[in-house]
Each structure stands twice: as C-alpha cells, then as structure tokens.
C-alpha cells in the first residue's frame, strides 16, 4: 500500500553503501514514516535484493545521457524522473543526495507547497556558477538573454515538493533543457534550476549543513556542527564521510552498520526540532555565510591589489622592490597564504 509521502535517493553500483546509510540515518534519526526509493543507475539486480528485502522501492533508470556532462557523471541525470507522472500517487516527494547524513526528523518537508530546496553553500551563490564559463559561446549568450544568470541558486542535492508540480510536460521541458544545454550545464544542477526559474522556495539552512564549509572556514570543532542534514558536497575524498580519516566517518558507519536493522513495519520516534530550533540555528548559518561572502570579496580585492605592482603599476612595482623589498615580499607571502 503506498504512503502518503516519499524520500528518495539515488546510487549506482559505486555507491550502495552510501545509500544504505542514508536510509538508516532517515530511518533511525527522523523517524521517516513514508516510503523509501531508490532511483538504481545500472545496479546489478543481486545487489538490489537488499533494497528489496527491506521494503525499500526500487526504481531502475534507464540514463538519460551516456556522456558526462561537463566532466559530470550521466548517473545525476536520473534525478529528473521525479518529475514524472508516476511520482504523483504520493502527496510530497522528498529527494536527497546520497552523500548526506540525516540527523533528526524531515517531516516539516512534507508541508511543502510547490517546490523547495535550499540555497547553494549557505551563500548568494548566483546560477551562473552552474554553467561554464564561455562568454563567446551563442548559446550562453541566448542563455543570458532568457535567464538572469545572477539569481540566486538552489541545491538540488536536496529538494521537496508536492506532486501537483508534475504537469504534463514537465519531464519533457528538463530534457529539453538538456538537450540545449548540455554543453554548458555543470551536472543536473543548473538545468533544474533552470526548470524552477523564479518558482522556487527557499528551505531553511539546517537542511543543508556543509561540515567541510565550517570546518576550514570558521575553524569549529564538528562536534559542534548542528544541523538536520549534513551534506558531504566535495570531489575531495578527505571530505567524504566514508573516508576512515573523515571526523564523522564514525557517525557514518554507526549508520551504515544499523541499516541491517531497519524494520519498516516498526519506525522509530526519531529526533524532532523546534519550528524555533530550526529557525535560530538557520539565522547563525545564514550570518556565517553572509560573512563568508563579504570575506571572499575583500581576499578577490586583495588579490587584485597584490597583483597590481607587477601587472599594472609597472616601474612602481620594480621600485618598491627595489626600494622595501621586506614589504614587497611580505605582501607576496599573504598573497600566497590567501591563495591556498
């Protein structure tokens, strides 16, 4: 019998493990009521035996695209088949990404109204850092001509909707969509940016923590990183948490490990947070990544400065090298240091 709402992710061979340990964490953690689904990208049947045995749905996709995108592999494409017809027998559908860790109940997603995700890193990261960057190319000029590309963006790592979304030509709008801009599009992310332009909803920050972001930047230990979902976004390998040298590596397989354990005709309380908690701890990561932002600003402003004695001031800068080579080298030495 079909629940009122569903989570969902998304693996291929390489990541079963992964997968499993988000749905332990939504299991063990929120206490998720609904469905689960996994979207399976050319997974070998024996090993969806597991998803299977534990109730968990399994959707096969058929890839959309049998390139990378930009050096993105096609499996992230599978996400668009949330957006057809047969997604509508639940109420609200909620996906994640399965390199984050849930820590407490996501039953506030499933009032969302339309469609919902949080903005990109905390920050006022604009779409146009979707899409590579070619000034000169015809198509992203009409790109730029249809779309204002300094809007802000969403992560679609995470997103939650009500299935009244799903009209009768949405799917065919996001293959559209990549069909035009394939060359461009960094991943499945600017598309479905693209496919909400200005219809989108803005989830609170704590439903898209980014532990690495916090832990380099702002120099906190992770025991006091708090969050309802930790999102594990790198291509760095020491910033995955399955990594044994990872700090929350230990929190991952303690995940991972009770997934055997999963029942789904016996869920557990979870863990619930205030409308407050959540607000006030989306407040502190909203101010962080403001500071970020203005920070970032000032260091591209330094950066400039720096550079200006040599690409720009020309005989000045050969005269305050000649002239204090100690200040001119200590400048060289920050330039370095905020480079890295």
Request: some cysteine; glycine content about 4%; hydrophobic content about 40%.
């Amino acid at each position: 019998m079909t629940k009122e709402n569903l989570l969902v992710t998304l693996a291929d061979k390489n990541y079963i493990d992964q997968a499993k340990q988000l749905f332990s964490s939504v299991y063990w953690n929120a206490g998720w009521k609904g469905d689960y689904m996994l979207l399976a990208h050319e997974i070998p049947e024996k090993d969806l035996k597991w998803f299977r045995k534990k109730g968990i749905l399994v959707k096969k996709c058929k890839p959309l695209h049998d390139k990378k995108i930009n050096n993105y592999s096609p499996v992230v494409l599978d996400k668009f088949y949330l957006f057809t017809p047969e997604f509508k027998k639940w109420k609200n559908v909620i996906y994640l990404d399965a390199d984050i860790i849930v820590r407490a109940s996501l039953d506030e997603l499933t009032k969302i109204r339309g469609f919902a995700s949080p903005r990109v890193s905390s920050m006022n990261q604009p779409i146009r850092d979707y899409f590579v960057r070619n000034r000169n190319d015809k198509k992203m000029k009409l790109l730029k001509k249809i779309y204002n590309l300094n809007r802000l963006a969403f992560n679609s790592g995470i997103m939650a909707f009500s299935t009244r979304i799903i009209k009768e030509n949405i799917f065919r709008n996001v293959i559209l969509l990549l069909n035009k801009y394939k060359s461009l599009a960094l991943g499945d992310d600017p598309l479905i940016n693209l496919l909400f332009y200005k219809k989108w909803k803005e989830l609170p920050l704590v439903y898209d923590v980014l532990p690495r972001h916090i832990i380099d930047f702002f120099k906190l230990d992770f025991a006091d990183i708090k969050g309802i979902i930790l999102h594990f976004i790198s291509r760095k390998k020491r910033d995955k948490p399955w990594n044994p040298k990872n700090p929350f590596y230990e929190e991952w397989k303690n995940n991972l490990d009770r997934a055997e354990l999963i029942d789904l005709n016996n869920i557990p309380k979870g863990k619930k947070w205030s409308k407050f908690e959540i607000y006030w701890n989306s407040l502190i990561l909203k101010k962080r990544g403001i500071f970020y932002t203005f920070l970032k600003k000032q260091k591209n402003i330094f950066l400039y400065i720096l550079n200006m004695p040599d690409r720009l001031l020309g005989k000045f800068g050969i005269f305050l090298k000649k002239r204090n080579p100690d200040l001119y080298n200590k400048l060289k030495k920050i330039e370095k240091k905020i480079r890295k």
